[in-house]
């Protein structure tokens, strides 16, 4: 099946959060759904489309200091383990260095093993950072420089 990879629109992120347990399981992250990030970043907020509907997804966006930062990255329950992830990591790569983008920045749950596991193949630095997220709220913060233009 042929998957796109494309600039998000808010009606994407209205169905990618009507199918939110198909990305996340019981995790409820629909709070970290921003219509701002797709509104404002739309260059860097990007879907994984098919016949069937939205594959998986990554919303991210530069940094004043030129740091690409993916605040949410997510495939659907039926797309896990096709590469399609890491599709959409390339996809943002090309969009924020574009955009200047000389290093990329994501954060998870120290307890996520699936993110850790998933963003070290992909070659970035992990490193827990206590109280991140506030006191008593460590995160694991990967980051990863890109190779100059």
């Known amino acids: 099946m042929d998957v796109r990879i494309e600039p998000a629109a808010v009606t994407d992120l209205h169905q990618v959060l009507e199918d939110h347990a198909r990305y996340w399981g019981e995790r409820d992250l629909r709070a970290l759904h921003l219509t701002a990030l797709v509104q404002e970043f739309g260059s860097t907020c990007l879907v994984a489309r ?80 206590g109280d991140y997220d506030g006191p008593g709220r460590p995160r694991v913060v990967f980051t990863r420089e890109l190779p100059p233009r």
């Open 50 to 129: 098919a016949d069937d509907g939205i594959r998986g997804y990554l919303f991210g966006f530069v940094t004043p200091d030129r740091t690409g930062y993916v605040h949410l990255v997510a495939t659907r329950d039926d797309a896990r383990g096709t590469g399609l992830g890491r599709s959409l990591y390339t996809a943002f790569i090309e969009a924020a260095a574009r955009q200047g983008a000389v290093r990329l920045k994501a954060i998870t749950s120290v307890t996520n093993e699936g993110s850790i596991a998933f963003h070290r193949t992909l070659g970035f630095d992990a490193r827990v950072v």
